[in-house]
């Protein structure tokens, strides 16, 4: 099992930045690709970014530019850094961890998610 921890979320002003991070812990192994989804009330969840083991990321239109996904392989961490932000930036953030077993099973672990509300 996989443990999944967000932190880092809050209130901020639009055109402020915050940065979340993301912990995991337990049988951590076989890690592939790290990311972040959001979810705003009333619509469903989608991809904000995602990074590789290598380092490759991929972002939402809506984020590019102004989001940057980064993680620390040695300590098993994904953050995500927000800038410019704006009101429809608004949402629950979620860490999602991807294990690939070597009998080919994949597990998707996600964390609880942390609230992000840009507001002035």
């Known amino acids: 099992q996989v443990q999944v921890v967000e932190s880092g979320g809050g209130l901020v002003q639009p055109g402020g930045s915050l940065r979340l991070s993301c912990a995991a812990s337990?049988?951590?192994?076989?890690?592939?690709?790290m990311g972040w989804y959001r979810q705003a009330p009333g619509k469903e969840r989608e991809l904000v970014a995602a990074?590789?083991?290598?380092?490759?990321?991929n972002y939402a239109d809506s984020v590019k530019g102004r989001f940057t996904i980064s993680r620390d392989n040695a300590k098993n961490m994904v953050y995500l850094q927000m800038a410019s932000l704006k009101p429809e930036d608004t949402s629950v953030y979620y860490c999602?961890?991807?294990?690939?077993?070597?009998?080919?099973?994949?597990?998707?672990?996600w964390g609880q998610g942390t609230q992000v509300t840009v507001s002035s």
């Open positions: 990074i590789t083991s290598g380092g490759g990321t």
């Open positions: 999602t961890v991807k294990q690939r077993l070597s009998d080919g099973t994949v597990n998707n672990y």
């Open positions: 337990g049988s951590i192994f076989n890690i592939n690709n």
